[in-house]
């Protein structure tokens, strides 16, 4: 695999004013086959009932798993779209951060899939798997 050649400040710039960056997501690290980042906790993360919603949760793990396609497509591909997600939620939080720590299960040139696991204080929270199609020029 080659070097990767995005950063995680290019992904802080290319979020701005999207969903990731108005719900606060911070890229931590951009590797070969890995992609870091979390999420600080606030009062619009949670739901009703005051526990973490699992629309913030499933928005960290797809952001990190999108971030990862783009920082592995292949060369000559324009970008990506997701297909397919599917999350298992195991725990909660009220407060604090979460981490995603996502990687790649299959990465072909016309599809991806990522595997994400999404953590709070050294517990595991959530599972996700996110298939991307790779999109080329017409």
């Known amino acids: 695999m080659p070097s990767i050649a995005i950063a995680p400040a290019d992904f802080h710039a290319r979020q701005k004013g999207t ?36 629309a913030s949760v499933v928005m960290l793990a797809d952001t990190c798993c999108g971030y990862g396609c783009i920082a592995h497509l292949p060369e000559g591909a324009k970008g990506f779209t997701t297909i397919e997600l599917k999350s298992n939620h195991l725990g909660t939080v009220l407060e604090g951060a979460i981490e995603c720590h996502a990687t790649p299960v299959h990465l072909g040139k016309t599809t991806q899939v990522w595997d994400a696991t999404v953590s709070a204080n050294g517990k595991t929270i959530a599972l996700f798997r996110c298939t991307q199609m790779v999109l080329w020029p017409r």
């Open 19 to 54: 969903l990731p960056d108005l719900l606060g997501v911070e890229v931590i690290a951009v590797e070969a086959n890995s992609l870091r980042a979390k999420l600080t906790i606030k009062p619009h993360h949670l739901a009703p009932n005051g526990y973490l919603h699992a």
